[in-house]
């Protein structure tokens, strides 16, 4: 198949005439070439030239055009081999009740043609015989064509559906990525930036600070930018490695790395109370130290950005078997000057999902407390 509908079609019409003409003449002259020539010879000829000529419509209308060949098998054995073509066409493109209908026709019109014309001096119970089981084979073969073109059909539509849902795998394995990278950017760096920012905010409004304290704000934000860009080339580093845990060659946080966390923000001049309970601390699984680290950050980043000066609260509870609790309080103030995406809590409630837990934030006493549940097998 070469994809031109007209080039194959035309391909078709020639193969089914040679083949046609080619059977009708062979059954004419094997018939009248020992036979002295007669009267129904003219009756052979012209029902041989009107088969051929018909033919073609198979292709088309298969069951009109078996029809008129099987009313023509009946006159003249001539015209035999295009009315067993056309029955085997049908029972090939059309439904199964269709070409037993066929096939009865084609025995019936032999049964006639073997009543008034001899068959080679076999007897006419053995030749309709043969003419029946002639017609059956071809509707079976008829019928398996069928069936396996049907079967090809359903897997190349089978093979296209698994194509596409793979498709739609892929482009929705690239999109959790990009939501991966997102909040993993965010988790690090925003925390980070959000320590400069104060620390530059302080240089900039107490410009006549001693220079002492001048000096070591500034080292601090230098240093704090070379570990920003330091995280963030680890960032992207884990999310190219292929370890699904993301224990890949750089350390991920951990709960004892919770301590130090909060230590930044206190240096930041920030009032941080750690109140920390937690079964066995170095054995809690990757996913959920790093997730419970992941909700901390994201508490006293927000916390310095909305209520900056304001005490902060930090509580981590739990164990195995019991799960891990963590909760961030701290009292609200008028917002900050800092900016916001807005979506840290967004990116931090599908993060606390994805690790089986439940993350639950909002302001009651005028407090904002961010408060979140992780499973921690035993």
């Given at each position: 198949?070469?994809?031109?509908?007209?080039?194959?079609r035309?391909?078709?019409?020639?193969?089914?005439m040679?083949?046609?003409?080619?059977?009708?003449?062979?059954?004419?002259v094997?018939?009248?070439?020992?036979?002295?020539?007669g009267p129904l010879l003219?009756l052979?000829?012209?029902?041989?030239?009107?088969?051929?000529?018909l033919t073609?419509?198979?292709?088309?209308?298969?069951?009109a055009?078996?029809?008129v060949?099987?009313?023509?098998?009946?006159?003249?054995?001539?015209?035999?081999?295009?009315?067993?073509?056309?029955?085997?066409?049908?029972?090939?493109?059309?439904?199964?009740?269709?070409?037993?209908?066929?096939?009865?026709?084609g025995?019936?019109?032999?049964?006639?043609?073997?009543?008034?014309?001899?068959?080679?001096?076999?007897s006419?119970?053995?030749w309709l015989?043969l003419?029946?089981?002639?017609?059956?084979?071809?509707?079976?073969?008829?019928?398996?064509?069928?069936?396996?073109?049907?079967?090809?059909?359903?897997?190349?539509?089978?093979?296209?559906?698994?194509?596409?849902?793979?498709?739609?795998?892929?482009?929705?394995?690239r999109?959790?990525e990009?939501r991966r990278?997102?909040?993993?950017?965010h988790d690090?760096?925003?925390?980070?930036?959000?320590?400069?920012?104060t620390?530059?905010?302080a240089?900039?409004?107490?410009?006549?600070?001693?220079p002492?304290q001048?000096?070591?704000?500034?080292?601090?934000?230098?240093?704090?930018?070379?570990?920003?860009l330091e995280?963030?080339?680890?960032?992207i580093?884990l999310?190219r490695?292929?370890?699904?845990?993301?224990?890949?060659v750089?350390?991920?946080?951990?709960?004892?790395?919770?301590?130090?966390?909060?230590d930044?923000?206190r240096?930041?001049?920030?009032?941080?109370?750690?109140?920390?309970d937690?079964d066995?601390?170095?054995?809690?699984?990757?996913?959920?130290?790093?997730?419970?680290?992941?909700?901390?950050?994201e508490?006293?980043?927000?916390?310095?950005?909305?209520?900056?000066?304001?005490p902060?609260?930090v509580?981590?509870?739990?164990?195995?078997?019991?799960?891990?609790?963590?909760?961030v309080r701290?009292?609200l103030?008028?917002?900050?000057?800092l900016?916001?995406?807005?979506?840290?809590?967004?990116?931090?409630?599908?993060?606390?999902s994805?690790?089986g837990?439940?993350?639950?934030h909002?302001e009651?006493?005028?407090?904002?407390?961010?408060?979140a549940?992780?499973?921690?097998p035993a």
């Amino acid at each position: 198949m070469n994809g031109n509908p007209t080039g194959d079609r035309r391909r078709g019409v020639v193969i089914v005439m040679v083949a046609a003409g080619l059977l009708i003449a062979a059954s004419t002259v094997g018939r009248w070439s020992d036979t002295p020539i007669g009267p129904l010879l003219a009756l052979d000829v012209t029902a041989g030239v009107l088969a051929w000529l018909l033919t073609p419509l198979m292709l088309w209308r298969p069951v009109a055009a078996t029809a008129v060949l099987t009313v023509l098998a009946a006159l003249s054995p001539a015209v035999t081999p295009p009315a067993t073509m056309g029955a085997l066409q049908v029972a090939r493109h059309r439904p199964r009740r269709v070409a037993i209908a066929v096939s009865a026709g084609g025995v019936v019109a032999h049964a006639v043609q073997g009543a008034w014309r001899s068959n080679g001096g076999m007897s006419y119970g053995w030749w309709l015989a043969l003419v029946v089981i002639a017609y059956g084979a071809l509707l079976g073969w008829g019928s398996w064509a069928q069936a396996r073109e049907a079967l090809v059909r359903s897997l190349e539509e089978r093979a296209r559906r698994a194509e596409a849902e793979q498709g739609r795998r892929v482009a929705e394995a690239r999109m959790s990525e990009r939501r991966r990278i997102a909040r993993e950017m965010h988790d690090v760096l925003a925390h980070r930036l959000s320590l400069l920012a104060t620390f530059a905010g302080a240089m900039e409004f107490r410009p006549d600070a001693p220079p002492e304290q001048l000096s070591k704000a500034a080292g601090v934000v230098r240093g704090g930018v070379h570990q920003a860009l330091e995280e963030l080339r680890e960032v992207i580093s884990l999310l190219r490695d292929d370890d699904p845990d993301g224990d890949g060659v750089h350390p991920q946080p951990v709960l004892a790395d919770v301590p130090r966390l909060v230590d930044e923000s206190r240096d930041a001049g920030a009032e941080v109370l750690l109140h920390e309970d937690v079964d066995d601390p170095l054995q809690a699984p990757p996913a959920v130290a790093r997730t419970a680290y992941r909700v901390i950050q994201e508490g006293l980043t927000n916390a310095r950005k909305h209520a900056a000066g304001q005490p902060v609260t930090v509580t981590l509870s739990g164990g195995p078997g019991t799960g891990l609790a963590v909760e961030v309080r701290n009292p609200l103030a008028a917002p900050g000057t800092l900016p916001s995406g807005g979506a840290g809590l967004v990116g931090l409630t599908e993060r606390v999902s994805l690790a089986g837990g439940e993350l639950d934030h909002q302001e009651s006493g005028g407090e904002f407390r961010l408060h979140a549940s992780i499973p921690w097998p035993a």
